[in-house]
């Protein structure tokens, strides 16, 4: 059964779903609420970026929670979220959703063959009749298509055969929320820790840093039991909890 009992509304053409989310969220909107546009035209990425949409055929979906308990610590939502969408994303592909080719990046990126094939924009705020807290997620993944890009590597779910319809992604990714968010309540963070870094690029994996304009290099040494980044630097483990981080082969 649906945590939220979902409801998802279809648009031809949104500037931005997260956009349009986060207003109906400060109206007072209830949980559940899920806006897919099958054209996004002003798309937003992390730390103020662009998100950049072919015409039509990819993925632009944000959802609307209102959580409680250990569900409102927003720190897991980057964790819950990436397997999430890692699980509706592979669901076509051989090996099922813990396996193949597609690989998620911390804190919220989803690559393919080195190059970034989603993202996942998590912001939060207050708003409503009673001040209720809401939190808005919005995925953005190329299916059909990948945007031409200066300087990045972009990857799309087609190079590996037919791309599914967003529609279909987006309920699975619906459900599929729900399934890791129960395993969370049942089970705690260190399960979906678990099955996030079985998911992930492994451990001694070279990654870039950039942070607050320092930039420095390491190896990738696991997460950390509060979500943070384990970096091995000279030697040293560096814990990081915010910044831009990169695969050197898909700057």
Not at 60 to 66: E, G
């Amino acid at each position: 059964m649906s945590r939220y009992g979902w409801r998802l509304e279809v648009h031809d053409s949104l500037p931005s779903t997260s956009d349009a989310c986060i207003a109906r969220a400060e109206a007072g909107e209830a949980a559940g609420l899920a806006i897919l546009a099958l054209r996004q035209t002003a798309g937003r990425g992390s730390r103020g970026r662009g998100w950049t949409e072919p015409p039509a055929g990819n993925l632009a979906i944000t959802v609307l929670l209102r959580p409680e308990g250990l569900l409102a610590d927003v720190a897991v939502w980057p964790f819950l979220a990436g397997l999430a969408l890692h699980e509706a994303l592979s669901a076509d592909l051989v090996g099922g959703s813990s396996a193949g080719p597609l690989m998620l990046k911390w804190p919220n990126d989803m690559m393919l063959g080195g190059g970034k094939l989603a993202g996942i924009l998590i912001e939060r705020g207050v708003g409503g009749p009673d001040g209720q807290a809401w939190l808005s997620i919005g995925f953005g993944a190329n299916l059909a298509q990948a945007p031409a890009i200066p300087g990045r590597r972009i990857a799309c779910l087609a190079e590996l055969g037919e791309a599914p319809a967003p529609m279909t992604v987006a309920r699975r990714l619906l459900v599929a929320l729900d399934r890791w968010q129960d395993l969370l309540l049942r089970e705690g963070f260190e399960s979906i820790r678990h099955a996030w870094l079985a998911r992930a690029h492994p451990v001694g994996t070279l990654l870039s840093v950039m942070q607050r304009g320092d930039a420095y290099e390491g190896t990738f040494d696991g997460i950390a039991p509060d979500g943070a980044l384990r970096l091995l630097v000279e030697g040293e483990i560096r814990l990081v909890r915010a910044g831009d981080v990169l695969l050197p082969t898909c700057s």
